[in-house]
């Protein structure tokens, strides 16, 4: 689950991690109410979407004036903003976050992240934070810090302090990064985190460190332990299929092929996806149903397949283990008639009573394409996407 900007910061001010003065605003009328409850003769209007590279896209906005807080908020409240993480999706502005304008000494860059490859959460820290992060990694990894946390003793302040000097703060500074460190790790433990990044972290024109920007992925699988940040989840920022297959319990994910992909089980979804590839199709999504398929969750399954208009085919590739083949074959006959499903579907089942199965389908009358193996299926997936496309 991704948060927007100012529901970051809202979690960093209640690690008193410090953050500089704002609050989120839906209209310009609140606004401009934001900015003369702050006072000051400079602000921030920040542009809330679940992406990085919002200043390059017109969502971040310096201004000097009340009346150029109402324009320029007004003018954000209602755009779309696409960057490139936004995976060629345009995400609405509803909130805008009006923040004080800080005087910026220095951009430093800093986030935790569960780290998959070592199995511990990794600290990454850089004295050239701001928007080319990316270049000064590819370019200069030698200014990049990396600390992996041990598992057992968690993060201690010693190993805070090398991170700070190594990034050349001074003592003062070093202290300030030590209490932020050990209070970003806290929050991260706490709250079931996945990501934390700030960049950038600056040192304000008094020399010390605030967190500019705020970044906060959580584990959605952790979600149930923690009821106060699931009402932050913002369902207009996602892809609505994508939604609407959490609401059935299903993993859907959209990709930008043509063959739609039904698979039971993550690992054997992913093999699919590899070898529709191999056999120069592109997959529509990632779509795992689950092991305990049912003719509910397949008729889902298709429904939310067919919402593209890109699909031009659908490979169905099941394994009976938990679940029954005949049953599984029943789910897609009923799912193939209550759907009307209109292109080409390519079905390979394997496992518990697949005999029983496969003639389920033979005699349903449906135009369902039976296959042998995995590679049967996706080479006849292919065939028929192109055939469908008139290639």
Known sequence: MNFHEYQAKRLFEAYRI???????????????????????????IKAQVHAGGRGKAGGVKLVSSLEEVREVAGNMLGMSIETYQTGGRALPVNEVLVAEATDIASELYLSMLVDRANRCISVIASAEGGVEIEEVARTAPEKIHTLHVDNTEQLQPYQCRQIGFAMGLDGKQVRELTHIL?????????????????????????????????????????????????????????????????????????????????????????????????NGGKPANFLDVGGGATAERVTEAFKLILSSDRVEAILVNIFGGIVRCDLIAEGIIQAVKQVNVGVPVVVRLEGTNVEQGKQMLAESGLAIIPADNLNDAAQKAVAAAKEGAGA
């Not at 700030?198 to 705020?214: C, K, M, R, S």
Request: with cysteine.
């Open 182 to 278: 050990l209070q970003l790790y806290q929050l991260f433990m706490e709250k079931d985190l996945s990501l934390v990044e700030i960049n950038p972290l600056i040192i304000n024109g008094e020399g010390h460190l605030q967190a500019l920007d705020a970044k906060i992925n959580a584990d959605d699988n952790a979600l149930f332990r923690h009821k106060d940040l699931a009402t932050m989840r913002d369902t207009r920022q996602e892809d609505p299929v994508e939604v609407a297959a959490s609401e059935h319990d299903l993993n859907y994910v959209t990709l930008e092929g043509n063959i739609g992909c039904m698979v039971n089980g993550a690992g054997l979804a992913m093999a699919t996806m590899d070898v529709i590839q191999l």
């Open 18 to 44: 410090p953050v500089p003065a704002g609050d989120v605003a839906t209209t310009a009328d609140e606004a401009v109410a934001v900015a003369e409850k702050m006072g000051g003769e400079r602000w921030v």
